[in-house]
């Protein structure tokens, strides 16, 4: 099965750095997701990693680490739209490749 | 990026009812489509899985005579709530991935079922 931590909440100020760590115990690893969810809506892709190091992406970097079961997403410049809840979900290496999804951090970004 | 449409939006209904909900990849053919569950303040739960023209595998736990799922072609999945109760108002996700680009799920916009 899958084991996803991820801490539940965050504050952090407008034009500020943070990370979101998450860590993951799987029985199969294919895959780190990243997504962002706004109240009452449906997640959407921020990133994806499958191999060690970290893939940049405008505002938005996330780091995998594969041994240590680690993942980080690192926002920068943050504005106030970016308070949402942010989702680590992995992928299993399953015949379906179920991705398997943390119970989300929600970040509140403050002026 | 790919578009997965889900309709109806929102739905509310009697209890004892069955409601179905659809789901669409719109500019892609969706081999694996995924249906998800997320209660207030919670994960997204995975029910099941299903590929085009068999049977969904589902989550320990989901019912698979209450939840129906049909993924009769690779651009359409449907889910139907069979005899909803109370307890079954969440809000629905789908999700589909295409063959070519298996790196990326995406996600549908949601279906908010309300059961009186």
């Known amino acids: 099965g899958q084991n996803i931590d991820q801490p539940t909440e965050m504050t952090a100020t407008e034009g500020a750095i943070v990370q979101i760590n998450c860590t993951y115990q799987?029985?199969?690893?294919?895959?780190l997701f990243w997504y962002q969810q706004h109240a009452g809506e449906a997640p959407t892709f921020l990133s994806y990693n499958v191999l060690d190091g970290l893939e940049e992406k405008g505002r938005f970097s996330s780091f995998l680490s594969r041994s240590k079961g680690y993942s980080y997403l690192l926002l920068k410049e943050l504005q106030m739209k970016d308070s949402a809840s942010y989702l680590c979900?992995?992928?299993?290496?399953?015949?379906?490749?179920?991705?398997?999804f943390g119970i989300g951090t929600k970040l509140q970004v403050i002026p | 990026g790919a578009v997965v449409s889900q309709h109806p939006s929102r739905v509310i209904c009697k209890s004892g009812t069955s409601v179905k909900i659809e789901c669409r990849s719109l500019?892609?053919?969706?081999?694996?489509m995924f249906w998800y569950r997320q209660f207030p303040k919670q994960s997204l739960m995975l029910m099941a899985t299903s590929n085009e023209g068999s049977k969904a595998t589902y989550e320990q736990g989901v019912e698979k005579d209450k939840f129906l799922i049909n993924h009769a072609s690779l651009t359409l999945s449907t889910l139907t709530v069979t005899s909803a109760h109370p307890e079954d108002s969440s809000f629905y996700i789908c999700?589909?991935?295409?063959?070519?680009?298996?790196?990326?799920?995406?996600f549908g916009p949601g279906t908010r079922l309300l059961v009186l």
């Open positions: 999700s589909a991935r295409d063959f070519v680009g298996q790196e990326t799920q995406y």
């Open positions: 979900a992995v992928r299993g290496s399953g015949g379906y490749q179920k991705v398997t």
């Open positions: 500019d892609f053919q969706a081999t694996t």
């Open positions: 799987t029985s199969g690893f294919n895959g």
